[in-house]
């Protein structure tokens, strides 16, 4: 049975630039990742019911560094910068795509990706980039379609059909959600898809956790 952790226990740890900022490599982390107006700080708030635990802006491209928290010790999220924003320069643009790439590709204690799309407008170029860098890194993906609540379930659906069909030449393993914060729906599939990954994580690797069992 899959231990459901507790989400509203998440708390900030620390922000870094790139990969070589980070805290040791160790634990379980759990990735989300998606273009910076696709609504992923807002998820990250509404799963963990907390207001402002990561910081949402109008303003695209407001998430720039690799922003670390913890659920419970060895459970990490981590919000990674947004992408696909033009009001940046390209320079800072090209260093953070680096920074994403980095982390999918080396990051061993990375064991899923949560990947944020607009469900109006899912699977852009940078979108696809992301599902290949974490197929090929033998990630897990599940792919949010944020702000369902624009469409009706008709086209919900015929969106949902879309994106599963799309995916299928990536060849990875990878599922899809509609998710709305206005209507609070899909929340709890996240929740259960990173409870899953955390578990199975504690299963197959219990050499590298620092977990006490009783006697």
Request: glycine residues 4%; aromatic residues 6%.
């Amino acid at each position: 049975m899959t231990t459901k952790l507790n989400y509203h226990k998440t708390h900030f740890i620390t922000s870094a630039p790139d990969i070589d900022h980070l805290p040791e490599d160790t634990g379980i982390e759990v990735a989300f990742a998606g273009r910076s107006n696709a609504g992923k700080s807002t998820a990250l708030n509404v799963l963990t019911n907390r207001k402002s635990l990561a910081k949402t802006s109008k303003t695209p491209g407001r998430t720039q560094l690799i922003n670390l928290f913890e659920v419970e010790p060895n459970c990490k999220i981590v919000d990674l910068p947004g992408y696909g924003y033009a009001a940046v320069p390209e320079q800072m643009k090209i260093k953070w795509q680096k920074s994403l790439g980095e982390y999918l590709q080396k990051r061993e204690c990375l064991k899923g990706i949560v990947i944020l799309m607009d469900i109006r407008h899912p699977l852009k170029d940078l979108d696809q980039q992301m599902i290949e860098w974490a197929v090929a890194s033998n990630l897990p993906i599940l792919l949010f379609l944020t702000k369902a609540d624009k469409l009706n379930q008709s086209q919900r659906s015929k969106q949902l059909k879309m994106v599963r069909e799309a995916i299928l030449p990536f060849q990875g393993d990878i599922e899809v959600q509609c998710y709305s914060a206005l209507k609070r729906f899909g929340i709890d599939k996240l929740a259960d898809k990173l409870n899953s990954w955390f578990a199975e994580s504690e299963l197959s690797e219990p050499e590298d956790l620092d977990v006490q069992t009783e006697e």
